[in-house]
């Protein structure tokens, strides 16, 4: 873990995804603690995928930040430097990403949006750790 990394972040986020649509967000941490509030989770995970869910997801554990990602239904995911999850580690590439009910209805929304089957499960991976790209962008 890094000693005496702290962060301090307040960005609002806008995802264009193309023909998958448009997201509004709102990224702030303080300490070692993120939270990443968008209005349309789906579109912010079409917009990423589980390479970059894992490597950025690596970073941020080793680092020794959690993180949280809620969308309109609740928290999606979060990261915890301390914990593992299996299935986290199989949707996401991280055993540190935990998956919170509410993401099933963001890859129900996903299916709906007609994308390809193999970019819904990638898009969910993305949804799980989406804050945690900006996150590492921050430090």
Do not use: N
Not at 32 to 41: A, G, I, Y
Not at 100 to 116: E, F, H, I, K, T
């Amino acid at each position: 873990m890094i000693t005496g990394l702290a962060l301090d972040a307040d960005l609002e986020i806008e995802v264009d995804a193309g023909a998958a649509g448009h997201a509004v967000g709102r990224l702030t941490g303080t300490g070692r603690r993120l939270h990443l509030q968008v209005d349309h989770p789906e579109i912010l995970a079409a917009a990423t995928g589980r390479s970059v869910v894992a490597v950025v997801a690596a970073e941020l554990a080793r680092a020794g930040i959690s993180a949280e990602l809620h969308g309109p239904r609740g928290r999606i995911a979060h990261l915890d430097p301390r914990r593992t999850s299996r299935l986290g580690a199989l949707v996401t590439g991280s055993p540190h990403v935990g998956i919170d009910a509410a993401a099933w209805s963001v890859a129900g929304d996903l299916a709906r949006r007609a994308l390809p089957p193999g970019r819904v499960v990638a898009a969910l991976a993305g949804v799980a750790v989406a804050a945690f790209v900006l996150g590492r962008r921050t430090r």
